[in-house]
């Protein structure tokens, strides 16, 4: 993540963004910002395949994502990797407040 220019971001920001693809095609939206006990930061993705009425929430690390200005690029996952990860449930993990600052690395196309 540290070669990839993280970049500030309210943690209000990325709630409700399209979590994408290379290929631009929407993963899920990011539901949850949540710290573990380790100090790790990871999104919480509404995880969903285009044939599927119903959806599973997935955890994905902030070091496998980067900001595409409104959207967040899925960089170092992929698809497949939604689809095999367990649903997520909550443990230890802290719900981050909507105006927390963290990190997030820079995205390109």
Known sequence: ????F???IRVGH???AEVVADDRKVLGLVR????????KVQLIVSYRRWFELSS???CVPIERVGSLGPQ????DMEETEYRAASPWVQRDEQP???DRV?????AKR
Do not use: C, N, Y
């Open 32 to 39: 949850q910002v949540v710290q573990t006990p380790e100090g």
């Open 102 to 106: 963290i990190r997030i690395a820079l």
């Open 1 to 4: 993540m540290s070669r990839r």
């Open 72 to 75: 967040v690029g899925s960089i």
């Open 6 to 8: 993280p970049q500030e």
């Open 56 to 58: 599973k929430l997935v």
């Open 14 to 16: 990325l709630l409700g």
């Open 96 to 98: 981050l407040p909507p």
